[in-house]
């Protein structure tokens, strides 16, 4: 018979390997999906006759009802119970994932996927929130989300080749099929290993109804107009509706839970230093992450003309430091601390776009140099910074932080495709897809380049110099 975690925490990761093997599961669910589909986007493509736009909505639909629904799903897991939550999640992304079988449209396919992008939000959040409640420990905490982060990041890096050589031998559909064994492990070892959520660390306040649908309609045109800026340019309306569009929502949503009884976001909780400066260093990681990952991926394809096997082996620096830097992240934690490994990292992350940004055109020793550094920084906050923000919430309010971090992490992302692909957009003149570049392009492209990377440096290291001075007074 299960005793609660509630009750009774385990001592060890050993004495929670069960649970953390369901709960890497998770992790490693969301970081494959995506990085193993695009490889087949192609092949699908062909096989589905589906048009380029149909093709990003086969990604883009995921991605945009996973980060919209994240913070309704988290506060509902506080209230009905986090593991609930994650187990019908996971049977949700196992039934969505069974259906690809049938799929026989494009259309077809961006509804499954919109089925899985709910699942995702069901289960991601709560993955991090349950993997905190284990242990009582903060050294264990830290060392359970490094050993999950670990999980997932490998997940990321081999998606694009064992995607390859999955095509080489079998359809495209054999790749979303695999998330069907991913949620069985997962649905077993959660319920072997997780008792369910104690009545007494849930709370009971009615579910802020209109506050989840103003969230939502925040989050997701913030999602999409990136896209848009990148795929149609600033020149049109549709971009700039959508950033109204976000802007407008996300007022409404402050104004609803400032007034709201029972909100679905308590605005004080978010503003206690813990919490605000750890999505502040999970944002400006975010920017890093998505803004010089674009950069690099078109300045050695298209720029200095790469293939993309050349180009991936040139993105190797940063795999390496992401997957082999987990045995890191333990031993400088306990050397310097939470709160100082939050700002030290997310200060790696401003430096490495730094470095992009001023010396990034001159060669790829320098581009490899930021990658390094944005890398380690973003080892080290993704863990430590998700830590701090459900250290400075209640006990019952963890899966909302949890989601809180994810949804940060998902705008953080979208904004830093945005000012890249804006700013490329208004100097590179002509189709920046076309084979071979004049001077003048090159040129422009550099500039783009060089500019782009500096504003995400500034708008980085104002988030991490504002995430400082919030948590300064407890060194």
Do not use: C
Not at 270 to 289: E, N, W
Not at 335 to 356: H, I, P, Q
Request: glycine share 10%; net charge positive; charged share 10%.
């Amino acid at each position: 018979m299960l005793v609660s975690t509630e009750l009774r925490k385990p001592e060890s990761l050993r004495a929670a390997w069960v649970a953390l093997a369901g709960l890497s599961s998770v992790f490693l669910f969301e970081m494959l999906d995506n990085s193993i589909l695009n490889v087949a986007l192609p092949t699908i493509g062909r096989d589905l006759q589906a048009s380029t736009v149909a093709l990003q909505w086969v990604t883009g639909a995921y991605a945009v009802v996973f980060g919209g629904l994240m913070l309704a799903f988290g506060a509902l897991a506080d209230r009905v119970g986090r593991r609930r939550i994650m187990l019908v999640g996971l049977a949700l992304l196992g039934v969505a994932s069974l259906a690809t079988a049938f799929v026989t449209t494009a259309g077809q396919l961006i509804a499954v996927r919109a089925v899985m992008g709910v699942a995702a939000a069901m289960t991601t959040p709560g993955s991090a929130a349950l993997a905190f409640r284990l242990f009582e420990d903060d050294g264990l905490r830290v060392r359970a989300m490094t050993l999950i982060s670990t999980v997932g990041l490998v997940g990321l890096a081999i998606g694009p080749t064992a995607g390859g050589l999955v095509l080489a031998v079998a359809p495209w559909q054999v790749l979303l099929l695999a998330n069907v064994p991913i949620a069985m492990l997962a649905i077993i070892a959660i319920r072997a290993g997780i008792a369910g959520d104690d009545p007494a660390g849930l709370h009971r306040d009615p579910v802020d109804v209109l506050g989840a649908a103003l969230g939502t309609a925040t989050i997701v045109p913030a999602l999409v107009a990136p896209t848009l800026f990148v795929n149609e340019g600033s020149g049109i309306w549709a971009p700039w509706t959508a950033t109204v569009a976000a802007v407008v929502a996300a007022i409404l949503f402050v104004l609803r839970e400032r007034s709201a009884r029972y909100p679905l976001l308590d605005l004080k909780l978010v503003a206690r230093p813990l919490v605000s400066s750890g999505l502040a260093y999970k944002a400006a990681a975010g920017l890093a992450t998505a803004g010089v990952g674009y950069l690099v991926t078109l300045q050695l394809q298209l720029d200095w003309g790469w293939s993309p096997a050349l180009a991936a082996v040139g993105l190797l620096p940063q795999v390496v430091v992401l997957v082999g830097g987990g045995a890191f992240v333990n031993p400088f934690v306990r050397r310097v601390g939470l709160e100082r490994a939050a700002w030290l990292s997310a200060s790696s992350v401003v430096v490495g776009l730094a470095v992009y940004g001023l010396l990034g055109r001159f060669g790829y020793v320098w581009v490899a140099i930021a990658l390094v550094f944005v890398a380690a920084g973003i080892r080290v906050v993704g863990v430590v910074a998700g830590v701090n923000v459900l250290r400075g919430l209640p006990t019952n309010r963890t899966t909302i932080g949890a989601a809180l971090t994810d949804t940060a992490t998902e705008v953080a992302n979208g904004a830093g495709i945005a000012i890249a692909g804006t700013i490329l957009a208004v100097l590179f003149t002509g189709d920046i897809a076309t084979p071979h570049w004049t001077a003048q392009q090159s040129a422009e492209f550099e500039q783009a380049v060089t500019i782009a990377g500096l504003v995400l440096t500034v708008v980085a290291a104002t988030l991490v110099g504002w995430a400082f001075r919030r948590t300064r007074k407890r060194f």
